[in-house]
């Protein structure tokens, strides 16, 4: 069966430092990538996806970067934090090439800046 | 681009009241429908979908929603709710092309009183 996992669960980093979260699926090939944020008090938001390795669409500018340096993995980088990029972090995955599939989500990242 | 309103942002109901919670989109082409549920301290997981076909569709425990092409909506209902039901639920829109990437409400925190 496929899996998502994410880490870590939590980070607090000072502003200014830089930032890496990892995301990786497993029991499946070639999958869509996600990651979205979600802010306090709002919905999820887009910030990056991926159809495949070295393939990135930013959804909205900021202060963040994503990469795919493996068919399974999505990494969400920045290289120097702001107070704004505080808030809940999730990769999610869905099959490719199957119209009708839902997103599935990792347990999610909480990010706090200092 | 698509938008999801979801009207309620918390609700607070006695065990056994019925529920039922608003999500109305803005999209001009075909989609697919979806609501997620975050109990606390757990990952977002899928509660229901709609793709095609009997726009009344129904989930796991019991939820159910129905979607009316007509009004943009996409209401989750449930005729009697349990304590377990307290958690976060997020109604999302998905474009039938393209990237496939998740529209989401800002999410409705229900809380059941027993």
């Known amino acids: 069966s496929q899996t998502i996992h994410q880490w870590p669960a939590t980070l607090v980093q000072p502003v200014g430092s830089p930032l890496s979260l990892e995301c990786t699926v497993e029991?499946?090939?070639?999958?869509?990538l996600y990651w979205y944020r979600q802010a306090a008090g709002r919905g999820l938001q887009l910030l990056f996806y991926?159809?495949?390795?070295?393939?990135i669409s930013s959804e909205v500018p900021q202060n963040l970067s994503a990469s795919r340096p493996q068919d399974r993995q999505f990494i969400l980088s920045s290289k120097k934090l702001l107070l704004s990029d505080s808030g809940f972090y999730l990769c999610?995955?869905?099959?490719?090439?199957?119209?009708?599939?839902?997103?599935?989500f990792g347990d999610g990242t909480r990010l706090s800046i200092l | 681009a698509q938008s999801v309103s979801q009207h309620n942002h918390h609700v607070i109901l006695s065990e056994a009241a019925s529920l039922e919670l608003g999500c109305n989109y803005s999209?001009?082409?075909?989609?697919?429908l979806f609501w997620y549920v975050q109990y606390p301290g757990q990952h977002l997981q899928l509660l229901l979908k709609?793709?095609?076909?009997?726009?009344l569709v129904k989930g796991i425990k019991g939820f159910e929603a129905e979607f009316i092409k007509s009004k943009f909506s996409f209401n989750l209902r449930k005729p009697s709710v349990q304590w377990s039901d307290t958690a976060e639920y997020f109604c999302?829109?998905?474009?039938?092309?393209?990237?496939?990437?998740?529209?989401f409400g800002s999410g409705t925190r229900l809380q059941v009183q027993p």
């Open positions: 999610a995955w869905r099959p490719s090439g199957q119209s009708n599939q839902p997103q599935h």
């Open positions: 029991g499946t090939s070639n999958p869509n």
């Open positions: 991926s159809v495949g390795i070295g393939q």
């Open positions: 999209y001009g082409g075909t989609v697919n």
């Open positions: 709609y793709f095609s076909g009997d726009p």
């Open positions: 999302a829109v998905q474009g039938a092309w393209g990237r496939r990437a998740l529209t």
